[in-house]
Nanobody, 126 residues
């Protein structure tokens, strides 16, 4: 059975930074494209960023472009999301998921992804 685990969330002041991690058991993420998503209070879960299996293709949603950086270390089967210049609008539960439709690719369609974890809470507040 596949379990995806997100970690690294917390409370941070506006302008601060956090680094989220995404790992899996039951499968190695190394051969899959992975995306990060965010569900803000009162809103639906939305796609933020993806990285292909090799790291050769990366995409960002416009609101996080230039502030968030996705990366992966396939030695450890882990995908990261470095978040800088955080604002209160970045508050939410952050999820990662692997691409189940196009497998190794980086795609920005939420329906391509699955095996959702519990998420990690990020709160940006002064």
């Amino acid at each position: 059975q596949v379990h995806i685990v997100e970690s690294g969330g917390g409370l941070v002041r506006p302008g601060g930074s956090l680094r989220l991690s995404c790992a899996a058991s039951g499968v190695t993420l190394n051969t899959f494209g992975v995306s990060w998503f965010r569900q803000s209070p009162g809103k639906e879960r939305s796609w933020l960023s993806c990285i292909s299996a090799t790291g050769g293709r990366i995409m960002y949603e416009d609101s996080v472009k230039g502030r968030f950086t996705i990366s992966r270390d396939n030695r450890w089967g882990t995908v990261y999301l470095q978040m800088d210049s955080l604002t209160p609008d970045d508050t939410g539960v952050y999820y990662c998921a692997r691409n189940l439709r196009v497998l190794s690719a980086c795609t920005n369609s939420p329906s391509d992804y699955g095996d959702w974890g519990q998420g990690t809470q990020v709160t940006v507040s002064s």
